[in-house]
């Protein structure tokens, strides 16, 4: 009886991609106008929407996405556990 083996070891992120992951967790994301985006977005149906932020963020993180969709007609609510 043979087993055919695969390797299934994982390779470490390079030192790069680390870098680069621990300055977005300190520099604030890119603020934008979202007027636009709004003025061609379809109209929400009041369906309510559970906006959940990134890994270690809290809900200032999403408070612009709240604000959109907001904006376009849903019940949004934020995590409020962070």
Same mark, same amino acid.
């Given at each position: ?27 604030? +994301?890119?603020?934008?106008? +979202? ?8 109209? =929400?149906? =009041? *369906? ?13 993180? +999403?408070? *612009? ?12 609510? =934020?995590?409020?556990?962070?």
């Amino acid at each position: 009886m043979t087993s055919a083996s695969t390797d299934f070891r994982s390779r470490r992120a390079s030192l790069r991609l680390t870098a680069v992951e621990a300055v977005a967790l300190i520099i604030p +994301t890119r603020k934008f106008s +979202t007027d636009q985006i709004a003025a061609t977005a379809p109209e =929400g149906d =009041g *369906h309510c929407v559970l906006v959940l932020p990134a890994l270690i963020r809290g809900d200032l993180y +999403t408070a *612009h996405v709240r604000r959109f969709l907001t904006s376009i007609g849903y019940s949004v609510h =934020g995590w409020n556990l962070a």
